[in-house]
């Protein structure tokens, strides 16, 4: 099992910035890739950003210029760092992560509780 906690979000004015955190724990032998999406009110929940163990990294096109995903895989932490922030990116962001328990057992997706923020003058 692998439980995943967000952290940073909150509330900020257009144009600025935060920085969202996701540390990985429980018992588990390795985790692929890690991501945050994001599920606005009466929305499908959208991918936002993704980063493989070997540091590849995916982007919603909405996103690309401004927000940043990074990975520290010695803390099994997933770090969103989110600029130019827009009304438009107000939603509860949550963290994925794909783990398995041990070496060739299968890999399962795991979800965090997901941290608000709200980008608002």
């Known amino acids: 099992q692998v439980q995943l906690v967000e952290s940073g979000g909150g509330l900020v004015q257009p144009g600025g910035s935060l920085r969202l955190s996701c540390a990985a724990s429980?018992?588990?032998?390795?985790?692929?890739?890690m991501g945050w999406y994001r599920q606005a009110p009466g929305k499908q929940r959208e991918l936002v950003a993704l980063?493989?163990?070997?540091?590849?990294?995916n982007y919603a096109d909405s996103v690309k210029g401004r927000f940043t995903i990074s990975r520290d895989n010695a803390k099994n932490t997933v770090y969103l760092q989110m600029n130019s922030l827009k009304p438009e990116d107000t939603s509860v962001y949550i963290c994925?992560?794909?783990?398995?328990?041990?070496?060739?057992?299968?890999?399962?997706?795991?979800w965090g509780q997901g941290t608000q923020v709200t980008v608002s003058s």
């Open positions: 980063i493989t163990g070997g540091g590849s990294t």
């Open positions: 994925n992560a794909q783990a398995r328990s041990s070496l060739g057992t299968p890999w399962y997706t795991y």
């Open positions: 429980g018992s588990f032998f390795s985790i692929n890739y």
